[in-house]
């Protein structure tokens, strides 16, 4: 199995399949990796935000697919790790 990160940042609010997205181990890392892998410019360009416009940043903590309350059959093969809480909003400007 691959490494499943502790918290997800993202901009969609619970999503069911992740597009961009930045992880990590604290909520820190996740909304730093977010910001800094390209992943949060892609959506900003995505959703056409003008730079300097408000954008939420939801970070969630992450569970590993086979823990998680999602129904059997609504789970994707392919997902080794879901979405749990959400832990956090944070406030930034589109880049």
């Not at 993202?10 to 390209?38: H, K, M, R, V, Y």
């Not at 569970?63 to 997902?79: G, L, Q, R, T």
């Amino acid at each position: 199995m691959d490494y499943i990160p502790k918290f997800c940042a993202l901009c969609i609010d619970d999503e069911e399949t992740i597009g961009f997205s930045g992880c990590g181990d604290t909520p820190e890392e996740a909304f730093q990796e977010f910001i800094s892998n390209g992943e949060f410019e892609d959506q900003c360009a995505d959703w056409i935000a003008a730079p300097g416009d408000d954008v939420d940043i939801y970070i969630y903590s992450v569970v590993d697919v086979k823990e998680s309350d999602w129904p059997e059959e609504a789970i994707n093969p392919k997902w080794e790790w879901c979405l749990d809480k959400k832990v956090e909003t944070r406030t930034t400007e589109a880049v």
